[in-house]
């Protein structure tokens, strides 16, 4: 009784008896051929290719960078809800002051209606004016040492 | 190593663009493929008609292949790519037999049994083609089982195991030939 790796070298030496066909001369002159066509082929068409293909690439590429920077660059400038601790109040109802709008509400003024604060303003100064005049507050707001800053930005910056 | 040396050049004409690395690579897998095609195919004319499509395709892809980690991997995963698309383009299936024409001949000129290779080719051909594969590039083209894991990227182990496979079919395809 043979072991398995007997038999297996007797079958291995039974198929050495044969073997599969070389490649013939003439095969080898049609695959040459063949190839060394296809690698002129493709050759002469790299040429023109590579600045297309470049073209394509760079002009995909700024498609998306300006796509991005478009939706980026309009959610930088979204109003962004400002903390009301430091900019509903200010210590003083001196208009110098006033007039220092706090930085948090410099960006959403950018993006407000400029005549419509200055109109709001011109009122808060004719009230102060007012004030300074008669003596007496106006309104709820003067009683507390406190001043509001104008409600529009009250209520734009809560929005 | 051999392998490695032999890759060289090609790998050097490649990075040139230089067509001379044609000839290299059909030195280099020229007998190789067309025998792994042939046990793929079971048929000469076949191998033939796709050894061509393998080169032009191997030349179309010569930028990548130039920059492949294994040449001898992608040149055989672009030889298996193509008999899938041989196969698919004929409607034929793998196990399918082809129209008879020898692909197997008798290795030495005294030894003239056509009728030796035509049962060899026939016990070869019930083989299932992976296991095919292996024992013609194992047995005809001397290769070990870790240069068949490189070419065909199969672990040590699957490529063992199907040789081994293969050979106890053949034995029992065999048992009455005398060696």
Same mark, same amino acid.
């Given at each position: 009784?043979?072991?398995?790796? *007997?038999? @297996?070298?007797? #079958?291995?030496?039974?198929?050495?008896?044969?073997?599969?066909? *070389?490649?013939?001369?003439?095969? *080898?002159? /049609?695959?040459?051929?063949?190839?060394?066509?296809a690698?002129?082929?493709?050759?002469?068409?790299?040429?023109?290719? #590579?600045?297309?293909?470049?073209?394509?690439?760079?002009?995909?590429?700024?498609?998306?960078?300006? $796509?991005?920077?478009?939706? @980026?660059?309009?959610?930088?400038?979204?109003?962004? /809800?400002?903390?009301?601790?430091?900019?509903? @109040?200010?210590?003083?109802?001196?208009?110098?002051?006033?007039?220092?709008i706090?930085?948090?509400? $410099?960006? @959403?003024?950018? $993006?407000?209606?400029? &005549?419509?604060?200055?109109?709001?303003?011109?009122?808060?100064?004719?009230?102060?004016?007012?004030? *300074?005049?008669?003596?007496?507050?106006?309104?709820?707001?003067? &009683?507390?040492? /406190?001043?509001h800053?104008?409600?529009?930005?009250?209520?734009?910056?809560?929005a | 190593?051999? !392998?490695?040396?032999?890759?060289?050049?090609?790998?050097?004409?490649?990075?040139?663009?230089?067509?001379?690395?044609?000839?290299?690579?059909? %030195?280099?897998?020229?007998?190789?493929?067309?025998?792994?095609?042939?046990?793929?195919?079971?048929?000469?004319?076949?191998?033939?008609?796709?050894?061509? =499509?393998?080169?032009?395709?191997?030349?179309?892809?010569?930028?990548?292949?130039? !920059?492949?980690?294994?040449? %001898?991997?992608?040149?055989?995963?672009?030889?298996?790519?193509?008999?899938?698309?041989?196969?698919r383009?004929?409607?034929?299936?793998?196990?399918?037999?082809? %129209?008879?024409?020898?692909?197997?001949?008798?290795?030495?000129? %005294?030894?003239?049994?056509?009728?030796?290779a035509?049962?060899?080719?026939? =016990?070869?051909?019930?083989?299932?083609?992976?296991?095919r594969?292996?024992?013609?590039? !194992?047995?005809?083209?001397?290769?070990?089982?870790?240069?068949?894991?490189?070419?065909?990227?199969?672990?040590?182990?699957?490529?063992?195991?199907?040789?081994?496979?293969?050979?106890?079919?053949?034995?029992?395809?065999?048992?009455?030939?005398?060696?």
């Amino acid at each position: 009784m043979s072991t398995p790796n *007997e038999e @297996y070298d007797r #079958i291995e030496r039974l198929l050495k008896r044969v073997r599969p066909q *070389e490649p013939s001369a003439e095969l *080898e002159e /049609r695959v040459q051929c063949a190839a060394q066509e296809a690698w002129r082929e493709d050759t002469a068409g790299i040429p023109w290719r #590579i600045p297309i293909l470049r073209l394509a690439l760079s002009t995909a590429a700024a498609a998306v960078l300006v $796509t991005l920077a478009n939706l @980026y660059g309009d959610r930088a400038s979204y109003p962004r /809800r400002a903390p009301v601790s430091a900019g509903t @109040y200010v210590e003083s109802c001196d208009l110098d002051i006033m007039g220092e709008i706090p930085v948090s509400f $410099t960006r @959403y003024a950018a $993006t407000t209606d400029t &005549s419509a604060l200055f109109n709001h303003l011109r009122a808060v100064r004719e009230t102060l004016r007012e004030t *300074e005049e008669n003596g007496l507050p106006q309104g709820p707001g003067l &009683s507390d040492p /406190r001043s509001h800053l104008p409600p529009r930005l009250h209520k734009g910056a809560n929005a | 190593m051999d !392998k490695l040396s032999s890759e060289d050049p090609i790998r050097a004409a490649l990075a040139r663009d230089d067509p001379v690395a044609v000839e290299l690579i059909w %030195d280099r897998y020229a007998c190789d493929l067309f025998a792994f095609l042939q046990a793929a195919l079971r048929s000469r004319h076949d191998a033939e008609d796709v050894l061509q =499509a393998v080169f032009v395709r191997i030349v179309r892809k010569r930028r990548r292949l130039a !920059k492949a980690d294994c040449l %001898d991997a992608y040149v055989f995963r672009i030889a298996r790519n193509e008999v899938a698309d041989f196969f698919r383009r004929r409607r034929r299936k793998p196990g399918e037999t082809p %129209d008879g024409d020898a692909w197997l001949a008798a290795a030495n000129a %005294d030894e003239q049994r056509v009728d030796l290779a035509e049962d060899l080719q026939a =016990a070869l051909a019930r083989l299932p083609q992976a296991q095919r594969e292996i024992v013609v590039l !194992k047995v005809y083209r001397d290769k070990t089982f870790m240069e068949i894991a490189g070419m065909l990227r199969l672990s040590l182990n699957t490529v063992a195991s199907r040789y081994r496979y293969g050979l106890e079919k053949l034995r029992d395809l065999l048992k009455d030939f005398r060696s």
